[in-house]
């Protein structure tokens, strides 16, 4: 079993950056492509970013692209959301996930393991 862990959440003015981390820890030699997911209130979880094993050919949101950037260092198992300019819409509960398969996914369905999440609040 594979345990993620997420931490860096916070509360920001708009503008403002925030670097998201996740780790992993178990059996982690179950960790291929890894992503974050987000969650609104009264919204369902939607794709932010996704990473494969070997760290090339990421892949974002439309609404994300150009402001966050996903990388991963596989020596501990872990993952980093770099989030620049953010904006209201980007609050919500950042999601760390992880598949057993290298291949990227934008569809929650495809992950084996989540973390407990992570609060965002940007204000404006």
């Known amino acids: 079993q594979v345990q993620l862990g997420e931490s860096g959440g916070g509360l920001v003015q708009a503008g403002e950056s925030l670097r998201l981390s996740c780790l992993a820890s178990?059996?982690?030699?179950?960790?291929?492509?890894m992503g974050w997911f987000r969650q609104a209130p009264g919204k369902e979880r939607e794709f932010v970013a996704t990473?494969?094993?070997?760290?090339?050919?990421?892949y974002y949101a439309d609404s994300v692209r150009d402001r966050f950037t996903i990388s991963r260092d596989n020596r501990q198992p872990s993952m980093y959301l770099q989030m620049n300019s953010l904006k209201p819409e980007d609050t919500a509960v950042y999601y760390c996930?992880?598949?057993?398969?290298?291949?990227?996914?934008?569809?929650?369905?495809?992950?084996?393991?989540w973390g407990q999440g992570t609060q965002v609040t940007v204000s404006s």
């Open positions: 990473i494969p094993w070997n760290g090339i050919n990421t």
């Open positions: 996930a992880a598949r057993r398969s290298w291949r990227t996914s934008n569809d929650v369905r495809d992950y084996d393991y």
């Open positions: 178990g059996r982690t030699s179950d960790v291929g492509a």
